[in-house]
């Protein structure tokens, strides 16, 4: 969660594909 709302503008899918599938 808070990889996303760190880097909006790169996909969180590359550090944590959950963190994909969650959001």
């Known amino acids: 969660m808070?990889?996303?709302a760190t880097a909006p503008d790169k996909p969180p899918a590359k550090r944590h594909p959950v963190v994909?599938?969650?959001a």
Do not use: K, M, Y
Request: negative net charge.
């Open 2 to 4: 808070e990889v996303c």
């Open 20 to 22: 994909s599938i969650s």
